[in-house]
Structure formats: structure tokens, C-alpha cells
């Protein structure tokens, strides 16, 4: 038998705040993390974000991220945002999990694994633009490596020392969960004894232009609206990062530590799409439960956003749940509480292992209380990417 | 329980020396590079002009008309390398269980190419512009879902991005799915077009040559860049036997590393390149006395060719003097992410022609760099066991063992 996968770890910057415990107690009272900056906000303060974010209205702005009181490295200054949420979870998410990394072993058998759609945009942004106007010979040296999407991998992985396999992904909308899956086959593969895995996206002028002229956006989320249409949409855009170490249970126990929940599957795999559109909600929902074995499923943390295809999709997921088991699922949606970011699948998979760890799923309707024992984060992107991630509550070592 | 062994059934590589495989087997037995001056954009006021662009990107019969329409130019260029892979492997995932043949393509910057003209048009158009159609292929994440989606392949996926490693991590992590039984198939490799990003970049960190690259030289200056893609087709070795397919090499194993030393520069005694190609002898079951050719990373500057000597002497010791080590970026330039798949395909190409790949460019062999270097021409050489090595920003590292059938 496999042995289990168990998450040890955990790190957030989101909206709902920054560290377990802040994240925990602001969605167990029901907060958003949806919200306008306003003048005076921290979160403008020089320091805390260099780039000025002039584009984005309401929004799942992170909340409560001083990065400083996370990130010890000489590198800080010259870090983009994306890797400053990056870096900070994942030393969070080391330390809940009481690694130190202090010996060569330790170093090398771990794994860094970091999922990101769009990596560093505003960085990208401004360099590209400096270029556009002067000449190619503008080009600023200072920026030029953090504009590689593994430049956040690269930084955690100096911050904490970590030198085994390193790995970056990008998979569209499924850009955290496809993170997971790969550190779970690392894993698997015997390439490494633990992992710290992550996702993050951070708001940026190709995810909100996107949005805005396909009118998705959120009107409240657009100040200066495309051709005063983007009314339409009902995406409310979102950044953050969050990070679990994930390793192997005896492993764990042996260092005296009590698991939050065990991965019980995670994997990508694909329903038919055409390049670069969305599947078809009811076969991806099918397609999606097939990659899984048959175990009840008790919740779904669902990737709806407000667009049709993904809502949809969740729809799908829980009608085929509430026909084929005799407890229906209950359900949670994330847009409301955090906004949308494409990476936001890593933050689901961690916000599952609190939730179980808690034995609650804050934000579920009422009238679906059965026990809470498996939570499903059913990652889905363009061009009919499926990575399901099904998380069980630890009862018993395995 | 015997561990399932992965082959390489098909190979497909369009870089600077050609669209076709032959093209470049027949530059890899020549002695002179596939550079040009770029005419993708302007390189006006730089010092560096020229890099291994790719002349014609022939249209590929994998995709249809709506997602070419879609597609950046390293997702053209990628749908072309992997429709000369699946040819050669004849395998085609339609007629095999979807589900089980997965896809992996590494890239460093995807469709920046077009996100540069979505910038440009947002910068100067007013109003602004429509989104460009191929901004969704801006992510790095695009050339992959091309792929699959175009081939119809549901099994497992990723679309790795580690700089210059992508795409040999692509292979690694295409290796592991094989191993573990989650694919039978996988569709693995990389893709990088020239792009101002990456060309203006290079120039600002100083680190192109001024001059065609000269890989472990002691007069190196500096990189070339270089554009392509390579793919790959993986398969486990019963299921290629099974259905009669060439088995081309077998990939013996993998090794990933990190330096977590620097963002950019590589670690000064190589401690990162020498764990990942330790990993992957281990992986791969093999002794370091037992390789007997190395496609190193050599991108020809000053810093990484040395940091890779001394991995190289920390690695294979005695025999490192007596290793024949070459660099085919002297021929095509550094193709970033599609470097590794590129590199690889070189190896087996090399592994079945019984010859070494010369480092095209490489006249006055560093003395700090103690190993049997390949200069300007190749070499005859029949050989069963390479190693090729990729490094990237970030410190990320991946070597790849691979073993004549």
C-alpha cells in the first residue's frame, strides 16, 4: 500500500490575512477579504508594495503582510511582490511544520514546488514598457531575473536553504492545484522526503485586461471600465499565495508531528477542450470524479468565480455528488471570500487542510452537516485541464 | 518490484539549423554555427545583433485553424517539433487510451512575444486596443495546453518553468509519470522564441557575447541566444515494444537540484550542477566512471562554464580530464527553455550516429576547465551512456542520463 501523504504545514498571505491563525479566525467569523484600498491603507505605505496598483478597484487585496517579519534574506529589496507572498509562505509554512533545514540531508531531500499563472506582471509590466519607450538597450539588469516565472521558487528556495528538486509550473486557472499534484508525484517518484509547495498570483495589467475586455470583471473591480461595458462580468479579482509542506506520514510522526490532513489524491489529467477554452462543465465534472477513487466526498471548495464555465462546473460536480452518495456534499465557494487569482487552487488545498484539521468548513450552507471527512478542490482550467485534489481528515495513523 | 523503464520512441527539433531533425543531425556533424542577425524586432543600440533564429516555422497539421490562429510563436514552434515526434514514433494518442498519454512542454517565456505586442498596443494605441487573440497564449503554461489539447492527450500535465532547465525538467517529470504508471505516453520537450524581453535582458545583465559564443573558451564573452523547440515521445518500454515502435534511447534517469545560493549566478563550486547529475547517476543506477560523453550546459559565459568544470571534476574526478564534454550552444545558441529538450535530442542523436557533437566556437580550450573538450569538429565516437546537463536562474538545475538501446 502507498504510504500516505500528509500535510505538516501550512502559510498564507491572502486576503482573509497572513498566517494560519489570522486566516482561520477571519473565515470562521465569516469576514471577506474583499475590499477597496483606501488612502492611508497600509498596504500602499512604501515598502510594503513598491508598485502602485492604479488599475484595480474592489479586490481581494492581501491583508496584514508586512513581509520584513517574514523574509530574513539580504535578497527582500530586490524581490517582486509575487515572490515576497511566496517566500513569506512558504518560510510559514516550514516553520509550522518545525523544519530547520539546518543539515545537508535535510537541504537536499527536500523539494520546492510553486505554481503560478502569470508569475511577477507588474515587474513585467514596467520593464516591458521602459523597453517599449526607449530602445531595447533599456533594459533594467535589476529587474530582468525576476521576471522569470521561477524567480519566486528561486528566492524561497535561498530564504530556506532548500536545495533538492525545484520546480515551477504554470497550468491557466489550475496554476496551484497543478503545483500540488506535481509535489505529490515528487514525492511518489522517491525524488524527495518532503515538500513545500505553493501558489500565488498577484494583480497585473495582462490578468485584469484580460478580464476587463472580455467583460468578466466585477463593475465594482473596474474604476475606469473598458467602453463603459465591463457591467457584464462578475469576477472579482484576488491575490494571494498560501504553502503546505507536504511529506510522508511515518516521516512526520517520526519527527512528533501531528498532521492537519492527509493527501489523498492528487493528479492532472484532461477532458477534451479546445486550445485554450474552457471544458465543458458536465463531462469536466464527470472526468473530474472518475481521476478519484469512489469515496464519499463530504465538501467541495469550489473554483467558481463567477464566470459560467467554472461556476458551472461546480454545479455539475455537486449534482452528480448529491445523485450518487447518500449525504449530499456541502459547498463552499471562495470568489466572495478572497477574490479570484488563477493559483488560487494551493490556497483552497490549504484553507481544506485547516478546515479538516478544525473538523468545520466555515461558509457552508446551512442544512449540509453531515461529518466532514474528505473536502474536494476540483482544479479545472483552459483547455480542459482537470486537477482534482481530494483531502481526508486524519482519524487514525495509517 | 522491477521499476518500469521509459524510452525515447520519437524526436522532433526546429531550431536556427532547420525545421527538421535532419537538419540538425547534419549541423551537429558540421563546423559552423546557424547564427544571423535577428529581424523579429529592433536590436537597434545594442551592441549584439545576431542569435540562432529560426528561419520558417513550417504550419503544423496538429492544430486547426481557430487555435494557429491563437497560437504564439512558441506554441508554432513547439505543435512543429512535436508533429515530427509523433511521426517518428508513429504513435498517434488519438488511437491510443487518452488518458494515459500525458504532456510536458518546458518554456522559460511562453508567449511573451505576443504579450510584448499587447503592451506595445496598450502603451501607444489610443484607445487601447482589443485583446490581442494570442494573449492567451501569453502564459508559460500555453505551449503545454497546445499541445495536449491539439493532440488530444488527458493525461497528466504540466508545464514546467525553471529558466534554462524547463525542458529538460519537462522530460524528468515526464519520466517519473511513466515510472509511477500514471502514463504509458508522454509528449515531452520544450519551446522559447526570441523575444525583447529576454534579448534586452541578456544584454543589460552584459551577458551576450559580442560575438558568436564561444563555450569554454578561455576568451568566452558571453552567450548567444537561440530559439526552437524539441520534443520528445517517452513511452514505457513493453508498451513501445508492444506496438513495434523505434526505441531511439532509453532515459535511464534524472536528477533535480537547487543551488539556494543566488537568483542568477550560478553556485562558485558548482554544488547544485554536481548534486543533479550525482542524483540522476544514482537515479539511473550508473557509476560516474561508466559516462562517456557529457552535453553540458555551456553557455559561454565566463562564470557558468567554469562553475560547470568544477561540478564536472567533482562529479566524474580522475576520469573528468578524460571525459569528452561539448557544448552545442557554439551551434545554436542558448534556446533557454527549449534548451534542455534540444540538448537531449542532440545526445540521442549523437548516442546513434557514434559521434560527439563538437562545441562549435571553442579554439583555445580554458586550462581551468580540465576536461576532454570537443572543439570545432566532431568526433567519432561510439559511445552508450551521456549525460546532458541544464542549469537555469534560480538555481535550478536538472541532468538527464541517457543510454543507447
Known amino acids: ?262 493527501i489523498a489524491e492528487a493528479r492532472s489529467g484532461a477532458v477534451g477542450a479546445s486550445p485554450y477554452a474552457a471544458p465543458q462543465p458536465q463531462a469536466a465534472a464527470e472526468r473530474l470524479l472518475e481521476m478519484i477513487d469512489r469515496d464519499p466526498i463530504s465538501a467541495v471548495l469550489g473554483g467558481a468565480d463567477g464566470s459560467s464555465p467554472r461556476d458551472d462546473l461546480d454545479q455539475a460536480l455537486v449534482s452528480i455528488l448529491q445523485s450518487r452518495q447518500p449525504e449530499p456534499p456541502r459547498y463552499a465557494r471562495l470568489d466572495g471570500l478572497v477574490g479570484s487569482w488563477p493559483a488560487r487552487g494551493a490556497f483552497a488545498a490549504a484553507l481544506a487542510s485547516l478546515a479538516l484539521h478544525h473538523r468545520a468548513l466555515p461558509g457552508t450552507e446551512p442544512g449540509s452537516s453531515g461529518p466532514l471527512k474528505r473536502i474536494l478542490v476540483p482544479g479545472s482550467g483552459r483547455s480542459g485541464v482537470l486537477v482534482p485534489i481530494a483531502i481526508d481528515m486524519l482519524t487514525s495513523p495509517g | 518490484m522491477e521499476r518500469r523503464r521509459v524510452v525515447v520512441t520519437g524526436m522532433g527539433a526546429i531550431t536556427s539549423a532547420g525545421s527538421k531533425i535532419e537538419s540538425l543531425e547534419r549541423a551537429l556533424r558540421g563546423d559552423t554555427n546557424c547564427f544571423r542577425e535577428v529581424d523579429l524586432f529592433s536590436t537597434e543600440g545594442l551592441r549584439v545583433h545576431i542569435a540562432g533564429q529560426v528561419t520558417e516555422i513550417p504550419e503544423s497539421s496538429l492544430a486547426g485553424t481557430a487555435a494557429r490562429h491563437r497560437a504564439s510563436r512558441s506554441d508554432r514552434l513547439a505543435l512543429f517539433a512535436v508533429e515530427q515526434a509523433l511521426d517518428q514514433s508513429r504513435c498517434d494518442p488519438a488511437l491510443a487510451d487518452r488518458s494515459r498519454v500525458g504532456t510536458s512542454i518546458g518554456t522559460s517565456t511562453g508567449g511573451m512575444l505576443e504579450t510584448e505586442a499587447y503592451y506595445e498596443t496598450r502603451l501607444f494605441e489610443t484607445p487601447a486596443g482589443r485583446l490581442r487573440p494570442q494573449l492567451l497564449s501569453s502564459t508559460v503554461g500555453a505551449p503545454t495546453d497546445m499541445i495536449a489539447a491539439s493532440i488530444g492527450a ?47 535582458g541578456f544584454h543589460a545583465l552584459q551577458a551576450l557575447a559580442p560575438e558568436p559564443c564561444r563555450p569554454f573558451d578561455r576568451d568566452r564573452q558571453g552567450l548567444t541566444l537561440g530559439e526552437g523547440a524539441a520534443a520528445l515521445v517517452l513511452e514505457e518500454e513493453e508498451h513501445a515494444r508492444h506496438r513495434g515502435a523505434p526505441i531511439l534511447a532509453v532515459l535511464r534517469g534524472a536528477g533535480l537540484s537547487c543551488d539556494a545560493a543566488h537568483p542568477t549566478a550560478p553556485h562558485d563550486e558548482g554544488l547544485g550542477a554536481s548534486q543533479a547529475m550525482q542524483s540522476a547517476l544514482s537515479d539511473a543506477a550508473v557509476r560516474a566512471d561508466e559516462i562517456e560523453y557529457v552535453n553540458a550546459h555551456g553557455t559561454g559565459t565566463p562564470q557558468n562554464d567554469a562553475c560547470e568544470a568544477r561540478a564536472l571534476a567533482t562529479v566524474f574526478g580522475e576520469n573528468a580530464p578524460r571525459l569528452p564534454v561539448s557544448s552545442t550552444k557554439g551551434l545554436l545558441g542558448h534556446l533557454l527553455g527549449a534548451a534542455g529538450a534540444v540538448e537531449a535530442v542532440a545526445t540521442i542523436l549523437a548516442l546513434g550516429g557514434g559521434f560527439v557533437p563538437p562545441t562549435i566556437g571553442l579554439e583555445n580550450p580554458d586550462p581551468e576547465c580540465t576536461l576532454d573538450l570537443i572543439v570545432t569538429t566532431a568526433r567519432d565516437l561510439s559511445f552508450s551512456l551521456a549525460v546532458s546537463n541544464s542549469y537555469g536562474f534560480g538555481g535550478n538545475n536538472c541532468s538527464l542520463v541517457l543510454e543507447r538501446p
Open chain 1, 1 to 262: 500500500m502507498t504510504e500516505r501523504i500528509v500535510v505538516t504545514g501550512l502559510g498564507f498571505v491572502s486576503p482573509l490575512g497572513t498566517g494560519a491563525a489570522d486566516v482561520w479566525k477571519s473565515w470562521s467569523a465569516g469576514e471577506s477579504g474583499v475590499r477597496r484600498l483606501e488612502p492611508g491603507d497600509p498596504r500602499l505605505a512604501r515598502g510594503v508594495d513598491p508598485i502602485a496598483l492604479p488599475e484595480v478597484g474592489r479586490a481581494g487585496f492581501v491583508r496584514g503582510f508586512q513581509p520584513k517579519e517574514h523574509i530574513r534574506s539580504p535578497h527582500l529589496r530586490r524581490m517582486d511582490w509575487c515572490s515576497r507572498m511566496i517566500v513569506a509562505c512558504a518560510t510559514q509554512a516550514a516553520q509550522d511544520a518545525g523544519l530547520s533545514f539546518e543539515n545537508d540531508d535535510d537541504q537536499k531531500r527536500t523539494a520546492l514546488v510553486v505554481g503560478s499563472c502569470f508569475g511577477n506582471q507588474r515587474e513585467t509590466q514596467k520593464y516591458m514598457e521602459r523597453v517599449l519607450r526607449r530602445g531595447p538597450g533599456a533594459g533594467q539588469p535589476i529587474l530582468f531575473p525576476n521576471l522569470v516565472l521561477n524567480a519566486a521558487g528561486g528566492y524561497a528556495a535561498i530564504e530556506l536553504s532548500i536545495r533538492g528538486p525545484n520546480v515551477s509550473a504554470s497550468e491557466h486557472e489550475a496554476s496551484g492545484e497543478i503545483a500540488v499534484a506535481t509535489a505529490v508525484d515528487l514525492l511518489r517518484a522517491g525524488m524527495c522526503d518532503r515538500v513545500v509547495v505553493g501558489g500565488a498570483d498577484e494583480f497585473g495589467s495582462v490578468y485584469l485586461g484580460a478580464l476587463r475586455e472580455r467583460r468578466l470583471l466585477a463593475p465594482e473591480s473596474s474604476p475606469t471600465p473598458a467602453r463603459g461595458d465591463a457591467r457584464r462580468g462578475q469576477i472579482v479579482p484576488g491575490e494571494g499565495a498560501a504553502a503546505l509542506v507536504l511529506e510522508r506520514e511515518d516521516a512526520a510522526r517520526a519527527r512528533g508531528r501531528d498532521p492537519y490532513a492527509t
Open chain 2, 154 to 200: 488527458f493525461g497528466p500535465r504540466l508545464g514546467p518553468s525553471t529558466a534554462c532547465s524547463s525542458s529538460a525538467i519537462s522530460i524528468a517529470m515526464g519520466m517519473t509519470w511513466i515510472r509511477s504508471g500514471a502514463a504509458d505516453v508522454v509528449v515531452a520537450g520544450g519551446t522559447d522564441a526570441l523575444c525583447r524581453m529576454t534579448y534586452s
